[in-house]
């Protein structure tokens, strides 16, 4: 059997049409293209701005910037994520404060989110894993009490739902970052996004990822007599920015992506939901639920193992990767990194984190996955677990 991966872009022949259009142009970067890919992607999340950035890192990290994260500051976050979502912190010079998960869908566990407020807290980054969006509006109440700032890492999350609004409307949230990885829900190979409704933050958004450059005359600090009209070259370095652009090539793609965004969500719920009926009632594990506030958007469709077999989880991870199964554990709690540990975090802080981390197994799923497929991967990973008790 032909190797699937846990997931996987899906690319067809109009994407590739468009992008090659694009590469035949005079403008194969800063060009109109990442204008109207990020006018499409605010208006598709409901949001008022949207800018495009190089990955979804560099959103994580412009958006920690904007926040004012400084040396000194605290920001609290969950550490079943991908490192990025603390790393930004770091990148700041603050510090990350990782608050369990909910048992259930891994979540920041907003319950105890509150106990770990100090007076030098300066943001909370939810993590919407897996897809399903965490419970904002409670979120968006502790951080209006503390006045602190959300920026949602819903690098899983384009096209889920909170109540009635879009992932990305940053309806309880001051910004919202995307990910346009081949992972993620749409991609442009790598790229990323972040989303707002502050002009202000966008503006500092588009200054961080050009270097700290504007060109806008009316932007201008230095007096605008003197360069006003007549000096035509002139631009200025108002901040210590990146080059975090994108390419008009990505942006093309992204674009062309977008339009198929709510078909690819609707075949990976289709896909749940089969999964959902095919492992109804087993032994073994324990299959993802979606919360009533909640329309995820299965970016990941991650089962855990249920006690008894937990113990036997390397096993049964290794039986299904030898059946050609590219199955992936989503996460390796973010403190118990090498790195995190040398900053002194220590095992022990989340135990729901770290339960999690044990019994998880994120099998696949991707719009591009056959129904035949999926029946058969299911049938695999009953039989794994089964066969585990076994010896
Ligand atoms: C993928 C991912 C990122 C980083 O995105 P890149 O585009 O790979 O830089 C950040 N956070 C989470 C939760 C992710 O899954």
Request: aromatic share 12%; net charge positive; charged share 25%.
């Amino acid at each position: 059997m032909k190797y699937i991966p846990y997931g996987r872009h899906k690319i067809d022949n109009m994407d590739i049409r468009e992008v090659v259009k694009v590469l035949r142009s005079d403008w194969i970067t800063q060009g109109q293209k990442v204008n109207e890919f990020e006018n499409r992607l605010a208006e598709y999340c409901g949001a008022k701005y949207a800018v495009v950035v190089s990955s979804g890192t560099a959103a994580l990290h412009i958006a920690a910037l904007a926040a004012g994260i400084k040396p000194g500051n605290e920001v609290i976050t969950s550490p079943i994520t991908f490192v990025a979502s603390a790393n930004c912190v770091l990148y700041c010079g603050g510090n990350p404060v990782f608050v369990d998960v909910e048992r259930d869908t891994a979540n920041i566990d907003i319950e105890k989110i509150e106990n770990s407020i100090t007076h030098r807290t300066k943001a909370i980054i939810p993590i919407h894993f897996a897809g399903h969006p965490c419970d904002l509006e409670k979120i968006k109440k502790i951080a209006n009490n503390y006045k602190l700032i959300v920026i949602e890492d819903a690098a899983h999350a384009l096209g889920a739902r909170y109540k009635d609004y879009k992932i990305g409307s940053c309806r309880y949230s001051d910004m919202t970052i995307f990910s346009f990885h081949p992972v993620k829900a749409i991609t442009t190979g790598e790229g990323g996004a972040i989303l707002t409704n502050s002009k202000k933050l966008y503006e500092r958004f588009i200054l961080l990822r050009n270097h700290g450059i504007t060109k806008e005359p009316k932007k201008f600090i230095n007096p605008n007599g003197l360069f006003y009209n007549t000096d035509l070259w002139y631009y200025e370095m108002q901040s210590l920015g990146f080059n975090y652009r994108i390419t008009d090539i990505q942006a093309t793609l992204g674009i062309s992506q977008l339009r198929k965004l709510d078909k690819f969500i609707y075949r990976r719920r289709e896909i749940a939901v089969i999964y959902s009926r095919l492992f109804r009632d087993n032994p073994y594990f324990d299959i993802p639920l979606e919360k009533e506030y909640a329309y995820s958007a299965y970016h990941l469709y991650p089962i855990r193992l249920k006690k008894g077999y937990k113990d036997k989880r390397q096993k049964i991870f290794l039986t299904i990767r030898s059946k050609g199964l590219g199955i992936q554990i989503h996460y390796i709690p973010v403190y118990l990194q090498p790195y995190y540990k040398m900053l002194g975090f220590k095992k022990g802080i989340c135990p729901n984190a770290e339960d999690f981390y044990n019994s998880e197994i994120s099998i696949n799923i991707y719009p591009g996955l056959k129904d035949f497929q999926i029946r058969r991967i299911a049938k695999i990973i009953l039989n794994a677990c089964r066969v585990s008790v076994k010896q």
